[in-house]
């Protein structure tokens, strides 16, 4: 793994507010709905996961991450994650819209964005309706109730409404164009 640093993360913060014109999502607060862990733990989907939310292979055993280097990995894989998450969305969309949809994208992956609800409504041009399937997605197929059903996780629920409500907010912001609805 490439050593990071403060600087190269506060490179990759400069490179999103290139690429998406303004940061709608700070790498701190993101930290906090991710949950800061300095170390290599499993979340609650059992996934390998480091720093504020970083998964894959940059994700190293028994290694404690430093605060500068935890920004610096989030904010790379938030940079990577948006970008991927970008393809499954209108190109052109208000900047709170597309910051919710980025979070929502780094925590269920771009995958699971791109074939989400979410994603197929914003191609279809209904940006409400697309904002308002933000609040579906409060599961983890790892939790489940007694009866074995999925069950609601409190913390994505509340995840969820702030989510919602930047990317509604960010529709009342700003009057939607045809372009914005193709």
């Known amino acids: 793994m490439a050593k990071v640093n403060a600087k190269a993360g506060a490179l990759v913060a400069t490179a999103l507010v290139g690429v998406f014109g303004a940061m709608t ?4 607060s ?8 300095d170390r290599k733990y499993f979340d609650i989907a059992k996934v390998a996961t480091a720093c504020g939310g970083v ?17 610096a990995l989030t904010a790379q894989a938030y940079l990577k994650i948006s970008l991927e998450v970008a393809r499954c969305l209108p190109g052109t969309l208000p900047a709170d819209t597309r910051g919710a949809f980025q979070r929502i994208g ?7 964005f791109c074939a989400s609800s979410m994603s197929r409504l914003a191609l279809a ?7 308002a399937a933000i609040s579906k997605y409060i599961y983890s197929r790892h ?3 007694a009866l074995g059903r999925p069950r609601p996780i409190a913390g994505l629920i509340e995840r969820r409404k702030r989510e919602r409500a930047q990317c509604e907010a960010g529709l009342a912001a700003t009057p939607l164009r045809p372009e914005m609805l193709r």
């Open 25 to 28: 999502v700070t790498i701190d």
């Open 30 to 37: 993101l930290m906090i709905d991710e949950g800061y862990v």
């Open 55 to 71: 998964t894959g292979p940059g994700v190293v055993a028994d290694k404690v991450y430093s605060p500068e280097e935890c920004k």
């Open 106 to 112: 780094y925590n269920i992956g771009s995958a699971g």
């Open 125 to 131: 041009g209904d940006l409400p309706g697309a904002c």
């Open 143 to 145: 939790v489940k109730d």
